[in-house]
């Protein structure tokens, strides 16, 4: 989905507003915090943004070893 936003000037700095659809679905996915990336070729810029719903992380733990010791 693409959309068209002017950026804001306040004091040499240019800020982007987030349209109303797009902060809906950040809050219903639950996303905290987001990425962005910065794409440039010869077409021009993106600014690509990420919001991704918070995961843990997986960890495996290693499986009981027994150890058998034969009676002497």
């Not at 804001?8 to 240019?14: D, E, G, R, T, V």
């Not at 987030?18 to 077409?43: N, Q, S, W």
């Not at 027994?66 to 002497?72: F, G, K, R, T, Y």
Request: hydrophobic fraction near 45%; include cysteine.
């Amino acid at each position: 989905m693409t959309q068209s936003v002017k950026p804001l000037i306040i004091k040499q700095s240019a800020y982007l507003r987030v349209p109303k659809d797009v902060a809906e679905l950040i809050d219903i996915m639950g996303a905290p915090t987001g990425a962005v990336e910065l794409r440039i070729d010869e077409k021009g810029c993106a600014l690509v943004y990420t919001f991704a719903k918070p995961t843990r992380m997986i960890t495996e733990e290693p499986e009981p070893v027994e150890v058998l010791v034969a009676a002497q």
